[in-house]
């Protein structure tokens, strides 16, 4: 079978490569590999080295955002031949940790989880894998292609239980919100937040192409400066990894209001702060800052109601570019009006 793989750092070895069929020590289901997504987390693989191969590889299958439909499942899997499914990133440590033994590997202690396509284990960028049931997550048939937005609509799905569960510690319910970045990530979070009833607002840079007017079909407000935030937001979900505008939200934000941190930056910008007065602002108005990454396997569950309870019109303008597996590399090279790239495992 045909397989997208990269020696991680060196993007001139991105190849589509005959590899053999998946490995049953992967998982008892086997999957009919049909759209992986693109993020940035492959773009640093291919570009800069980040992640690593399995032990005694030098090449990396690559692709941690999935989509699939089941080839064959044991019985009692709750899974059956023909079900679209999507596979879950990261596995638990071996010794397990605690959160990990409790499907909160996202929250590992020890750092020796392996995550499909990243960390020493082989992606899903191929025309076949295998899953354990654990980790295959059973998707609304109606989203057909659209199901391959699960893994990143799982990073938000965590990032509002966080919130929500933050959130329970004061009387006054949250009503505003604020998402900082209009990517997949950004544009995701903003669908939760309205299916939540929360009054949200959107802040990216960009005046043309489809963002603005995805922003206004969920009911929110799209502004392109943060002065337009007409209201001190109570929750924000920021998305972008800018520095600045990190400090700049948590100095805006409302009383008791909870900023969640999911994008990573870049670059190794300095930025000045005034230490001691953010220190100030934030311990007299009980506000809270946390960082999230990955998702469990509760997360994963919840992304997937969301997306069933989502409007497959609106879902459909995220993905912008479909790319052929046999030019998968053409994905990485971003283009102007990308949101998200996803490749077509079954065009080789």
Not at 169 to 188: S, W
Not at 330 to 344: E, G, H, S, T, Y
Request: net charge negative; proline share 6%; aromatic share 4%.
């Amino acid at each position: 079978m045909k397989a997208c793989t990269v020696k991680p750092g060196d993007v001139g070895t991105a190849s589509v490569e005959e590899i053999p069929e998946p490995p049953e020590s992967d998982g008892e289901v086997l999957v009919e590999g049909l759209y992986v997504g693109i993020c940035g987390t492959d773009v640093e693989i291919s570009v800069e080295g980040y992640g690593e191969p399995p032990a005694g590889h030098e090449r990396l299958v690559l692709f941690h955002e999935s989509l699939g439909r089941v080839i064959q499942a044991p019985s009692g899997s709750g899974l059956a031949a023909g079900d679209l499914v999507a596979g879950v990133v990261r596995r638990p440590d071996p010794v397990p940790c605690e959160p990990c033994s409790k499907d909160q590997w996202d929250f590992c202690r020890n750092g020796q989880f392996t995550e499909r396509g990243i960390k020493g284990h082989d992606g899903y960028g191929s025309q076949r894998w295998r899953v354990a049931p654990k980790f295959a997550i059973k998707l609304d048939p109606g989203l057909d292609k659209l199901g391959v937005l699960l893994e990143p609509t799982s990073v938000v799905a965590k990032a509002w239980d966080q919130v929500g569960k933050i959130a329970a510690r004061a009387a006054t319910p949250t009503a505003t919100a604020l998402v900082t970045g209009a990517g997949p990530i950004g544009l995701l979070a903003a669908l939760i937040g309205r299916q939540k009833g929360l009054d949200v607002t959107v802040l990216d840079r960009v005046t043309e192409g489809p963002k603005p007017s995805m922003v206004a079909e969920l009911g929110a407000t799209y502004v392109t400066s943060l002065d337009d935030v007409k209201e001190r937001p109570d929750v924000v979900i920021e998305a972008t990894g800018i520095g600045q505008l990190v400090f700049d939200v948590i100095g805006r934000a409302a009383p008791d209001a909870i900023v969640c941190l999911t994008g990573i930056s870049s670059g190794t910008r300095e930025v000045g702060i005034a230490a001691d007065a953010v220190n100030k602002a934030m311990v007299l108005s009980n506000e809270v800052v946390f960082g999230s990454v990955n998702a469990g396997l509760a997360n994963y569950q919840q992304a997937a109601e969301a997306l069933a309870h989502a409007d497959n019109d609106w879902l459909a303008k995220i993905i912008t570019r479909t790319v052929p597996m046999a030019d998968w590399a053409q994905a990485l090279k971003r283009q102007p009006d990308d949101i998200k790239v996803v490749v077509d495992l079954q065009a080789a």
